[in-house]
């Protein structure tokens, strides 16, 4: 004799109490609009005014808001001698740089930089301490800056921009990237972040 078990009780849902697909759907659209939002806040690209526009603001909260987030390419700690010899700098500036690097204060990291627009222009470059000139052309000029981990980068025009204004771009991790236009009196601030 075979006795087969009985199946197992399986309880019966009711109407209302089945999953919703409508529930599902609003926490996947909540979620794609939160990360979407933290993507624009985290990039720097809701932000982006340039030095000068507004007068009346507070320095702190000027400087914080104007910066444009980039993510540039970190190079070696070993390969930095190397960099830092093709890279015009000083052999003052190249021996308190390594110093820096090998005390993990200081990270290098590579900016190429362009004429985003096609009119040209001189821009100087500033990385704390450092002053770099570049004339911008369309094929990328690529500077080596010493930043900490997260570096505020100035870009201020040194010829006159004109009507037109000057429009760099830098080739980041994600490829490039054209900034917005400075005209006389202006500059723009970018917070680098080494990666």
């Known amino acids: 004799m075979s006795t087969e078990p009985e199946p197992a009780y399986k309880p019966q849902l009711n109407p209302e109490d089945k999953p919703s697909h409508f529930r599902t759907a609003c926490i996947i659209l909540a979620t794609c609009t939160l990360l979407a939002g933290a993507g624009v806040h985290f990039s720097g690209l809701g932000g982006r005014l340039l030095g000068g526009a507004d007068t009346n603001a507070s320095p702190v909260a000027d400087s914080e808001q104007q910066r444009i987030g980039v993510q540039m390419s970190l190079i070696a700690p070993e390969k930095a001698a190397q960099a830092l010899a093709s890279s015009g700098y000083s052999e003052k500036e190249q021996a308190d740089i390594l110093a820096g690097i090998k005390r993990r204060d200081l990270r290098l990291v590579a900016m190429p930089i362009f004429d985003a627009t096609g009119t040209g222009g001189t821009v100087s470059v500033v990385c704390g301490t450092t002053h770099r000139t570049v004339a911008l052309q369309p094929t990328p000029t690529v500077l080596i800056l ?50």
């Open 146 to 195: 010493p930043i900490t981990i997260a570096g505020n980068v100035d870009i201020l025009p040194v010829s006159d921009p004109g009507v037109t204004g000057i429009g760099a771009g830098v080739v980041t991790l994600f490829g490039p990237q054209p900034l917005p236009v400075m005209h006389q009196g202006e500059s723009l601030g970018l917070t680098v972040i080494a990666q």
